[in-house]
């Protein structure tokens, strides 16, 4: 799946000097009982969704705000994308300020989610923002820097200082392509980048942890290879995040491997920043479902009960492996007219997600979706 600063010195300044003062966090570890504190949803499109009228239900059917019925459910953060000016809008800086305050009016805690693009970044695209497309590697780190410094203290300033950030987005072989692309196993440019969303993060706010978030739950060579090459660019991080998908990731045994072996290497807590199933292969409005096998992975059916099945044993082999969060990718994302999978179109593109959101199409809750500690 968006500058000025304050005080006497000059950004380069503060750049600097906020990559000379590291500043080491107290981060949450897993308990003896192995919880999982951090039990979390992307809701990114939940607020066009709710701009277009969509209506959403508990699983007994009584209508409600989508926070309040997955904070019932056991969800206590929100994940928020944020890219840089998408053409609908749709998530840049003054919608994710604006549904911040939504979510911590509700007691839940926020993580947002830097792309670092006008669009989608993910395994197979990192495109740069347009206001960027020209910026060289000399240039970039200073861009990472400004834009998550700006989101961050605009979060800040409304009172709604994110709990955690995400610098990239599964970003396997780097970000803001090509400059930042890890090519020939060389991590130089990308380690410029992630430490200037760091550093920019701890100078808005210090209490802010940093997710480096990479695809990599499906093999513990793929994940040694991303993180060793950061971390031999002396980039700091607070959590590990990884996204597992089974139907793309293997079985639930291989990630629990990868999740331990990540948490003890570089002795930081981990967390699955993305999962989903679906619970259903209907396709409810045209545009074909990304994922529309009866059975996709083996033994959970494409139903209500084999979703819910699915995500408890998700939550479970993370738990044990020693993981302390779990986020589900867009869970209230049900189809909605008008509220596209393309942010240059969004009134007239579908979602392929719909058929694994834990809402149903007429925005009803799947009664056995539970976030347990």
Known sequence: MTVSHPGRLSKAALFLVALALPVVLPVPAASA????GMRGADLSTTQRALDLGAKYADARGVAGDPLDILK?????????????????????????LQYARAVRAKGLKLLVDFHYSDTWADPGAQAKPAAWASHGIGRLPTDVYDYTYDVCSGLKAQGTAPDSVQIGNEINTGMLWNDG??????FTNLGLLLKAGYAATKACNSGT?????TAEADSDAHARWFYDGIRAQGVQWDITGLSYYCYWHGTMANMAGVVSDVRSRYGKPVVLAETAYPYTTADHDGTPNVISAAQPCSGYPATPAGQAANFTAVQNTARTAGAIGVFYWEPAWYAVPGNGWDPADIAGSGNGWENQAVFDRAGRLNPDIRWTP
Do not use: E, F, M, T
């Not at 459910?73 to 919608?95: C, E, F, I, Q």
């Open 72 to 96: 019932a459910a056991g969800v206590n953060y929100v994940r928020l994308r944020v890219w840089n000016n998408p053409r609908s809008g749709y998530n840049d800086k003054a919608k994710v």
């Open 33 to 36: 009982a192995n919880s999982l």
């Open 209 to 213: 942890q940093v997710v480096v978030h």
């Open 181 to 186: 692309k890890v090519v020939d196993n060389d």
